[in-house]
């Protein structure tokens, strides 16, 4: 997504973006304190941000059709053998999550209700699962392509759940910009931003060839297949569809008891 403007690929209307790498808890954390002036967040913590921030209309990461599992030791002989058993298999297990902030750990409380959980760095989750420190795991990111190998089993694909129960895509990222930035400055930042994305879709070799020093040991077909499946027509815009899909989400989890309040959406035009 970034590629154009690392690289000075697009216009960058004379403005000058100093990149920071961080993992999507710390950034939800940051936007809380609001040290950050444009960053990735989860949807769930937007629910705390919007009073600071708006939603940029680019940028999101939506799953459609797929999206976080929960796993479990692939030796375990009594893990669900069915989508039905998951739910009471997995609410008398301790589960290790990558955040409470997260997107993913929302959906699961939506999936489960409440749940013992422990808070464990989404790349540790593997290890937690696999020493016992947990029963099972919630894990995002590029993690959802490569447990098998890992000597993991599926227990649920939330995002699939999710689509069953909605017919919506999972909303789970997106980009924000901080409301005390003027709103022609916020209009620019919106448009370079789409302007990126649409340069790494067009010259995606060049593009994954760029992203692959931070892609975690993965080689360039799994990470291709990775971008693939959260840089997409929702990442330029979220559209109607989009933009249903996160006022679903925040109201179920309104509902539900796990936020104050529904916030209101603002997206930068």
Known sequence: MFYGIAENKIDLRGYTFEQRLEDIQTLNERCLREELDISAVSIHAYAYLSDKYALLPCGASMGDGYGPLVIARGSESDTPKSDADAVGWLRSRKIAVPGTMTSAYLTLKLYLGEFEHVVVPFDQIFDVVRSGGADAGLIIHEWQLTYQRAGFEKIVDLGEWWQQQTGLPLPLGGNVVRKAIAPSV?????????????????????????????ARDMETDLADKFIGMYVNDFTRDYGGTGRAAIREFLGRAEKAGYLEKEPELEFVT
């Open 186 to 214: 916020r209009s620019d930042i919106a448009q370079i931003l789409r302007e990126s994305i649409d340069y790494g879709l067009a010259h995606r070799g060049q593009a994954v060839a760029h992203s692959m020093p931070y």
